[in-house]
């Protein structure tokens, strides 16, 4: 059983930057494709942005695509976030997602994902 945990979360400035990262125990991460999802009050949670088991394909939604950078370090089992220009509207929980590595469903859905971290609170406000 994978387990995730999250770090990273906090207060920011909009325009800051923020780095959040997913450690895994209980599995090698390198057996995994990868997500970030996030979840705002009231809303469904949706896409960040995912990287495949080997590094060579990232996904990106289209809210974060040129302000988020996902990559991943198989030698120590994490996972990382980069988050620049930050918005007021990126505020939300963010998790850390597992898939198996050659598993047909999609990138973008929470149901193409088998394991969960616990979140990590992001906010950004003045």
């Known amino acids: 059983q994978v387990q995730l945990i999250e770090s990273g979360g906090g207060l920011v400035q909009p325009g800051g930057s923020l780095r959040l990262s997913c450690a895994a125990s209980g599995g090698t991460l390198s057996s995994f494709g990868m997500g970030w999802f996030r979840q705002a009050p009231g809303k469904e949670r949706e896409f960040v942005a995912a990287i495949n088991w080997s590094g060579g394909n990232t996904y990106y939604a289209a809210s974060v695509k040129g302000r988020f950078t996902i990559s991943r370090d198989n030698a120590k089992n994490t996972v990382n976030l980069q988050m620049s220009s930050l918005k007021p509207e990126d505020t939300a929980v963010y998790y850390c997602?597992?898939?198996?590595?050659?598993?047909?469903?999609?990138?973008?859905?929470?149901?193409?994902?088998?394991?969960w971290g616990q979140g990590t609170q992001v906010t950004v406000s003045s």
């Open positions: 997602a597992a898939r198996r590595a050659h598993s047909p469903l999609s990138y973008y859905t929470v149901a193409g994902y088998d394991y």
